[in-house]
């Protein structure tokens, strides 16, 4: 006998241009606020039912053996990775954008893992999913 199970890591709906314009203010200023200095530029993109947050971080100066390895320059190095996006997490959009769910990016698997809230729950806001995804930023 088929049995219905809740998994709010499936299914979603598209989020409307109104909404993914909220969502991104929401998440930019609770960025802003929180984690002022640790990026140098955040990109919030929507496709269909998902929300992508990714951070763009000042690079730190690399070895000279680092180099020798890259076969890179110095300015090339630095620029390649001040043009290479963090990861931080998807949202993914359920009707409710008080009521999201979240899938962490793990840079192992190379993929998108769901995850849980700080909460317990496996919904939350936009504000708490960057929270979770910010431990790249530390």
């Given at each position: 006998m088929k049995q219905w199970v809740y998994d709010p890591h499936s299914g979603g709906r598209a989020i409307?241009?109104?909404t993914q314009d909220r969502i991104r203010r929401r998440i930019l200023n609770h960025a802003a606020s929180h984690y002022a200095g640790k990026y140098t530029r955040l990109d919030v993109r929507f496709r269909g039912k998902f929300c992508y947050i990714?951070?763009?971080r000042r690079p730190d100066e690399p070895s000279p053996g680092l180099?020798?390895?890259?076969g890179e320059t110095?300015?090339?190095?630095?620029?390649?990775?001040?043009?290479?996006?963090?990861?931080?997490?998807?949202?993914?959009f359920l009707g409710n954008?008080?009521?999201m769910s979240l899938a962490f990016y793990t840079y192992s698997n190379e993929k998108y893992e769901p995850c849980m809230f700080h909460n317990g729950s496996f919904l939350g806001t936009p504000e708490e999913a960057f929270d979770i995804g910010a431990t790249y930023l530390r």
């Amino acid at each position: 006998m088929k049995q219905w199970v809740y998994d709010p890591h499936s299914g979603g709906r598209a989020i409307p241009p109104t909404t993914q314009d909220r969502i991104r203010r929401r998440i930019l200023n609770h960025a802003a606020s929180h984690y002022a200095g640790k990026y140098t530029r955040l990109d919030v993109r929507f496709r269909g039912k998902f929300c992508y947050i990714d951070a763009y971080r000042r690079p730190d100066e690399p070895s000279p053996g680092l180099l020798k390895v890259t076969g890179e320059t110095r300015e090339a190095h630095l620029e390649r990775l001040r043009d290479t996006p963090t990861h931080l997490c998807r949202l993914r959009f359920l009707g409710n954008e008080e009521t999201m769910s979240l899938a962490f990016y793990t840079y192992s698997n190379e993929k998108y893992e769901p995850c849980m809230f700080h909460n317990g729950s496996f919904l939350g806001t936009p504000e708490e999913a960057f929270d979770i995804g910010a431990t790249y930023l530390r």
